[in-house]
Antibody, heavy 121, light 106 residues
């Protein structure tokens, strides 16, 4: 059974970098079939897609965040990570990692439990 | 940029059918997914590729997509279906979410 778990600091100072890691169990992030993604949700707001990638293939980013984003992968730990630079209070949100299901224009069928990150001094 | 529009709220009586619309330009040409999210929980995929259900979703949930509107239909609505519902599609290599609809069962 596939499981995803986000980890990272719960508090980040303005202008600093938010770093989050998603640990996957029950499946491999190196699969050539599945995209993996990050989504966030500001308090009381809707879902905002951050970006998605497939191992060894393309990475897609939300255009409004792209200039501040970097993703990385640690295959030895079956983890993928997100760095969001120069954060402001507007980046305060619950951050989810998720897997896209198969097919054209795939949805997100497995989600982590989410991690609340507050940006505050 | 592409937008998906949903009504902020929909109300339904228990046992009745709830319909939640999601509109976007030529949305019928895209694959639409639907998620529900209960308070304090992660979103759950309930419909993908317009009308397909994951194995963990009951048959009461169905979807359709044509023209500019996709619709999630929940038959025999139960109190446990009360949640926020989000539609989602891809446009130009970007994942787009609708603003969400709060379904109230009363």
């Amino acid at each position: 059974h596939l499981q995803l778990q986000e980890s990272g600091p719960g508090l980040v100072k303005p202008s600093e970098t938010l770093s989050l890691t998603c640990t996957v169990s029950g499946g491999s992030i190196t699969s050539s079939s599945y995209y993996w993604g990050w989504i966030r949700q500001a308090p009381g707001k809707g879902l905002e897609w951050i970006g998605s990638f497939i191992y060894g293939g393309r990475t897609y980013y939300n255009a409004s965040l792209k200039s501040r984003l970097t993703k990385s992968v640690d295959t030895s730990k079956n983890q993928f990570s997100l760095n969001l630079r120069s954060v402001t209070a507007a980046d305060t949100a619950v951050y989810y990692c998720a897997r896209h299901n198969l097919g054209n224009q795939p949805g997100l069928d497995y989600w982590g439990q989410g991690i609340l990150v507050a940006v505050s001094s | 940029s592409y937008e998906l529009t949903q009504p902020p709220s929909v109300s339904v009586s228990p046992g009745q059918t709830a319909s939640i619309a999601c509109s976007g330009d030529n949305l019928g040409n895209k694959n639409v997914c639907w998620y529900h999210q209960k308070a304090g929980q992660s979103p759950v995929l309930v419909i993908y590729q317009d009308s397909r259900r994951p194995s963990w979703i009951p048959e009461r949930f169905s979807g359709s997509n044509s023209g500019n509107t996709a619709t999630l239909t929940i038959s025999e609505t139960q109190a446990m279906d009360e949640a926020d519902y989000f539609c989602q599609a891809w446009d130009s290599d970007t994942v787009i979410f609708g603003g969400g609809t709060k379904l109230t069962v009363l």
